[in-house]
Every structure is written in structure tokens, then in C-alpha cells.
């Protein structure tokens, strides 16, 4: 079900995770420290849905102590959005 070769899906958490990154719901780093292991059946913070069992899950652990936990698919959709994001704003920079 969470496949990143699904377009739509891919389409759809990456509407999420842009927005999210955007209004800061979602944190973009950068990541003190980032662990994988099997899902705890825990909502992930891109797509909001259960990171179930059967699932990897991505804990991502920041400077200051917090931390989201993603999907496999949603944690690259994450780590792809929040590099383009910090590109764009020193492309601004550099500009301005
Ligand atoms: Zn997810």
C-alpha cells in the first residue's frame, strides 16, 4: 500500500509533506540522528496514517531531543522535499 513506485501516493504524500514543511507542522532538519527498524504501529508524521508492523519504521531524532517518525516511502519523500526546500531558499538568497 505505501509504495513509492505508486505515483499517486507519491503525489499525495509529497502535497502533505511540502505543506507541512512549508507551515512547519513538519520539521526539515537537519537530523541529529536517524534510526530504522520495524514498525510500532505509530502514526507517521507525513501521511498520518499507522507505520504497521510489517512496515520500516524511520525515527528521526533532532538536535534538541524530538522526533517524527515516518514510513520508509515517506521518510525519502521527506529527506528529497527538505533538501529541495534548503536549495531554494539559498538560491534566494544568493539572488537577493
Ligand atoms: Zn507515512
Known amino acids: 500500500m505505501n509504495s513509492v513506485c505508486d505515483p499517486e501516493w507519491d ?3 509529497r502535497a502533505i509533506i511540502r505543506t ?3 507551515t512547519g507542522t513538519l520539521r526539515s532538519g537537519p537530523a541529529a540522528q536517524t ?3 520495524p ?3 505509530r502514526t507517521c508524521d507525513a501521511c498520518n496514517s499507522l507505520i ?3 512496515d520500516t ?3 528521526i531524532v533532532f538536535h534538541d531531543g524530538q522526533a517524527v517518525r515516518f ?3 515517506c521518510h525519502l519523500v521527506w529527506e528529497e522535499e527538505r533538501h529541495r526546500a534548503g536549495e531554494d531558499e539559498r538560491h534566494r538568497d544568493s539572488v537577493a
Open 11 to 13: 503525489a499525495r504524500v
Open 52 to 54: 504497521d508492523t510489517d
Open 35 to 37: 534510526w530504522a527498524g
Open 39 to 41: 514498525g510500532l504501529q
Open 57 to 59: 519504521e524511520f525515527e
Open 20 to 22: 507541512r514543511l512549508e
Open 71 to 73: 514510513h520508509a516511502g
